[in-house]
């Protein structure tokens, strides 16, 4: 999907890469994705879950901790991402009375609890249960909590992308 003339996804990986964060992307093989320059890591076809990336991450990452972020969030502040990276144990972001679990730092010890959700077929929102939950307030300080939480998800939310850069350019 394109926006403003670019592949969706090329929006929040230069704000990781300016966060210091390397940045990698998580897909399925049969994802159809644009030329990128950064490391892709395939996830299991099955089961189709969002937190089959994030176990694929987790493994790639071995230890260390990982910045989930989705590829339909254009308005990501690399402030936001590297404060997110440094904050201690599993954290999701928390906008509008609903979690934000691909705006999030999940650790190891996040595994049993993310496996589990795939087997009950869980919606990723219950999966981090144990998580801190970064509330709008915690958010706001880089910026719009909905904004940077924005995700494309139709065509109205993409031609609301397009008016909000335009008018920011």
């Not at 704000?15 to 994705?33: D, N, T």
């Not at 989930?68 to 254009?74: E, H, Y």
């Not at 909590?145 to 335009?166: E, G, H, I, K, Y």
Request: proline share 9%; with cysteine; net charge negative.
């Amino acid at each position: 999907m394109q926006l403003a003339g670019r592949p969706l996804v090329a929006f929040p990986l230069p704000a990781a890469r300016a966060a210091g964060l390397e940045a990698v992307v998580v897909a399925k093989r049969s994802s159809q994705l644009p030329p990128l320059d950064c490391e892709v890591v395939h996830e299991p076809e099955l089961p189709r879950h969002p937190l089959c990336g994030i176990l694929a991450a987790l493994d790639r990452g071995a230890e260390r901790p990982v910045v989930a972020i989705a590829c339909d969030m254009p308005f990501l502040e690399p402030a936001l991402l590297l404060w997110l990276a440094n904050l201690d144990g599993p954290a999701v972001g928390h906008v509008n009375g609903r979690i934000e679990p691909l705006l999030a730092r999940y650790v190891s010890a996040d595994r049993g609890e993310l496996e589990r959700a795939i087997r009950e077929h869980a919606p990723l929102t219950r999966a981090v249960t144990s998580a801190r939950l970064l509330d709008e307030r915690a958010l706001s300080r880089f910026g719009d909590p909905q904004r940077l939480c924005f995700s494309v998800n139709d065509a109205a939310d993409l031609a609301w992308a397009a008016r909000a850069l335009s008018s920011s350019a």
